[in-house]
T-cell receptor, first 112, second 115 residues
Framework: GIQVEQSPPDLILQEGANSTLRCNFS?????LQWFHQNPWGQLINLFY???GTKQNGRLSATTVATERYSLLYISSSQTTDSGVYFC??????????????FGKGTKLSVKP | SAVISQKPSRDICQRGTSLTIQCQVD?????MFWYRQQPGQSLTLIAT?????????ESGFVIDKFPISRPNLTFSTLTVSNMSPEDSSIYLC????????????FGQGTRLTVV
């Protein structure tokens, strides 16, 4: 099956700093999502980005499908950005559905 | 997007008992997915639930331990049976939008502690 690797596993930032999180995957995908897991365990959808670039406020993401990686950028980090960021991928042929394969996550701590 | 209501949000249970987790979606979906997240770990798929058929379980998960019901296109339950402390995890249900865009959405999760 598809392997998903995220780096770094842990990241500590000072408030206001920028960061880049990386997700590498081992096979072609047509679904890639970034999630933020809050302290209560809820997964918040950040981006659905099987290819291309998207931006939402201080967050942006880029997926280069041909090179099998995706990047999540966080600019001007805030303490509320703390938590675990997951990358998840899938390959669903012909409009079918299926489960996502998750990376192990990047645990981000933003210090005031 | 899809709105998913999952409950309970958390529970503390005695070993040997069972807990049923409910997942309600605001629109009809073909497939629903149940995941487990052990402490400090990533998400692992338990099973896929289609309406009107038996759930499909992943390796390492069995129906006797994690029975699933899917009575209609908007609702599913997952039961964690005969619990032990090793079952302490976050359990999440998930659905995908139909059509070409297969973005997945998750319920709020159920944080289970077995004592």
């Amino acid at each position: 099956g598809i392997q998903v690797e995220q780096s770094p596993p842990d990241l500590i930032l000072q408030e206001g700093a920028n960061s880049t999180l990386r997700c590498n995957f081992s096979d072609s995908v047509n679904n890639l999502q970034w999630f933020h897991q809050n302290p209560w365990g809820q997964l918040i959808n950040l981006f659905y980005i099987p290819s291309g670039t998207k931006q939402n406020g201080r967050l942006s993401a880029t997926t280069v499908a041909t090179e099998r990686y995706s990047l999540l950028y966080i600019s001007s980090s805030q303490t509320t950005d703390s938590g675990v960021y997951f990358c998840a991928v899938g390959n669903f042929y012909g409009g079918s559905q299926g489960n996502l394969i998750f990376g192990k996550g990047t645990k981000l701590s933003v210090k005031p | 997007s899809a709105v998913i209501s999952q409950k309970p949000s958390r529970d503390i249970c005695q070993r040997g008992t069972s807990l049923t987790i409910q997942c309600q979606v605001d629109s009809q979906v073909t497939m629903m997915f149940w995941y487990r997240q052990q402490p400090g770990q990533s998400l692992t798929l338990i099973a896929t639930a289609n309406q009107g058929s038996e759930a499909t379980y992943e390796s390492g998960f069995v129906i006797d331990k994690f029975p699933i019901s899917r009575p209609n296109l908007t609702f599913s339950t997952l039961t964690v049976s005969n619990m032990s402390p090793e079952d302490s995890s976050i359990y999440l249900c998930s659905v995908q939008r139909t059509g070409f865009n297969t973005e997945a959405f998750f319920g709020q999760g159920t944080r289970l502690t077995v004592v």
